[in-house]
C-alpha cells in the first residue's frame, strides 16, 4: 500500500462537505456542509473561510459556466436555489415536485 500525499493546505471542516465547488474566477471553494445546514466558502487566497451561507438541508452544488450563479439543491425544501456569487445572496428559488439529489449544469446552462 502505498502512503497518502497530502498536496496543498489541510482546512478542518466542521460536519463535513457533501459536495465542494470551485470557483477559480473569484478564488473561492463553496463546500455544501450537510451537517451544518449551510455552504462553507472558503476564500483561497486568504487561507480562511467567510461567512457561511444558511439554507435548508443542502445535498448539492454545481456553478454556472459563466461563475455569476451558484445552484444549491435543498432536498429538506424540495428546491433549486440560486445564489449570486458576487454577493452570497439567494437571488432566486424554484421549487421542485420531488426531493432533489443533486445538480449539474450543462453547455446550454441548464440544470
Known sequence: MLPAATFGTVVAVTGGASDLVLDDQRQRLYLVNSTRTQIDVYSIPQRR?????????LLAAALSRDGQTLYVVCNGASSLVMMSTA????????SLPAKPEGVAVGYDEAC
Open 87 to 94: 454577493n452570497l445572496q439567494v437571488s432566486g428559488r424554484i
Open 49 to 57: 473561510f467567510l461567512d457561511p451561507v444558511a439554507g435548508t438541508r
